[in-house]
């Protein structure tokens, strides 16, 4: 994923943060050519700060199961 505005190395070292912010990234603002991987999706679901309109399509993405 490329982000021009942010320096991830101010992330620090915990991986959950950077993993995280990578999914929010990806949702919000595109995924240039990665695909979200639907586990990470689902386990960080609830601390994910995204789009209402996303989060409700996603939502039901998720649960056409």
Request: proline share 2%.
């Amino acid at each position: 994923m490329y982000n021009w505005s942010t320096d991830e190395t101010k992330l620090g070292d915990d991986p959950q943060k950077k993993t995280i912010w990578k999914i929010q990234q990806m949702v919000n603002f595109g995924l240039n050519g990665e695909k979200i991987s639907e586990k990470k999706l689902r386990e960080f679901w609830n601390v994910l700060e995204i789009d209402k309109s996303r989060r409700n399509f996603l939502n039901m993405l998720l649960h056409a199961r």
